[in-house]
């Protein structure tokens, strides 16, 4: 079992390494703000109408990047925090956590991210028209796919969903989609 756990340490720490060399070679310059703003189709269970206006920061703050040597893409973890508006007077909400983008190519990416979210929504509802969300704070998770128009303007088609996760009376969940242009500064 000594021996299993030495050659498993062992090979870690080289793809570490590999992992930390290669990030140094590839001229990465590391991560970077980014502000985003879009518009959502609110509620795609179609409970609830409007239109969201969504507006998102990403910091490099408590940021890192990891470089996958193998497949030759660049991974970066950003805090981040941000709001959807919704223009009907539904369900609104304001949110953080941690994203995690992939870079597939220079300007193709894909974004997952994961995190909470506080929303001025109904917790239990008879009206067939608004969601019973059980309470005011949720987990929110997204999923983006995305093209750099250059190295500064992204474009993205995004999903979010948030949810109690059962640990509230009621859980319809919230689901959004939408598109997003992204600034990096």
């Known amino acids: 079992m000594r021996v299993i756990n030495a050659v498993g340490s062992t090979c870690l720490g080289l793809l570490m390494a590999s992992a930390v060399q290669a990030a140094d070679l590839s001229g990465n310059t590391g991560p970077r703000h980014e502000v985003r703003g879009g518009v959502m189709y ?109 190295d500064q303007i992204n474009v993205s088609a995004m999903v979010e969903h948030g949810s109690n996760a059962g640990l509230c009376e009621a859980n319809n969940g919230i689901t959004n989609a939408g598109v997003r242009v992204g600034y990096t500064f």
């Open 42 to 150: 609110h509620d795609t269970m179609n409970r609830e109408s409007g239109v969201d206006l969504n507006v998102e920061y990403l910091s490099r703050f408590a940021a890192f990047d990891l470089f996958v040597p193998v497949v030759q893409w660049r991974a970066t973890f950003r805090p981040h925090v941000g709001g959807s508006l919704n223009t009907a007077g539904h369900t609104s909400f304001v949110y953080g956590g941690y994203s995690l983008t992939l870079d597939l190519t220079d300007r193709i990416f894909v974004e997952g991210s994961f995190g909470g979210m506080v929303h001025n929504g109904v917790h239990v509802s008879a009206d067939r028209s608004r969601l019973s969300l059980g309470c005011n704070v949720m987990f929110r998770e997204s999923a983006s796919v995305g093209f750099r128009i250059n």
